[in-house]
């Protein structure tokens, strides 16, 4: 039990029983890049670290961790571990998930931008993406997008699920 860091220089966990702070740097070879961008842990207990090349995850039941040679060379913006045990990649060019069946990637355009700026699931479990030019929603099914006609500001920094549900954006 402790918190999980994301850092320029590789990531860090402080764990509250022991009271100490562990560093994962430049040794721990299945970290893609020390630049980590994002950093969550799924329903399982797996971190996943996003980095500027790639994506890496350390499993409960390993010390060591491993590199997705799927994302190679993709820079992550943001995860999103979802309730149906998916986990989203946000990119500079598009979106991925990774789920029981495999591997799925979309490109989300709004205007001209693939660039993920932040993912969120819905209490509904539907999919929120933010971009620069707008939102998508993601039903499982098909995509909806919100754009500059919509919102006061198209530009998603962060999308945000708050405790009744309520889905909240911070625009540029």
């Not at 990649?89 to 990637?105: D, E, H, K, M, P």
Request: glycine letters at 12%.
């Amino acid at each position: 039990n402790g918190v999980w860091f994301a850092t320029r220089n590789g990531i860090s966990f402080y764990s509250k029983a022991d009271l100490i702070l562990y560093t994962y740097g430049v040794e721990h070879t299945g970290i893609p890049d020390m630049k980590v961008t994002a950093i969550t842990v799924d329903n399982s207990g797996t971190v996943w670290a996003g980095t500027e090349t790639g994506v890496g995850f350390l499993s409960l039941q390993d010390s060591v961790w491993s590199n997705i040679s799927y994302m190679d060379s993709r820079h992550v913006t943001d995860i999103e571990s979802t309730s149906d045990l998916s986990v989203w990649f946000g990119t500079r060019n598009g979106l991925s998930v990774i789920s029981y069946g495999g591997w799925a990637s979309y490109i989300i355009e709004l205007g001209s931008s693939a660039n993920v700026t932040s993912i969120e699931e819905s209490g509904t479990g539907d999919i929120w993406v933010g971009t620069p030019n707008g939102i998508s929603v993601f039903n499982g099914q098909s995509w909806s997008s919100y754009g500059s006609s919509e919102l006061t500001d198209p530009y998603i920094n962060v999308i945000y699920k708050d405790t009744s549900g309520k889905m909240w954006c911070g625009t540029a």
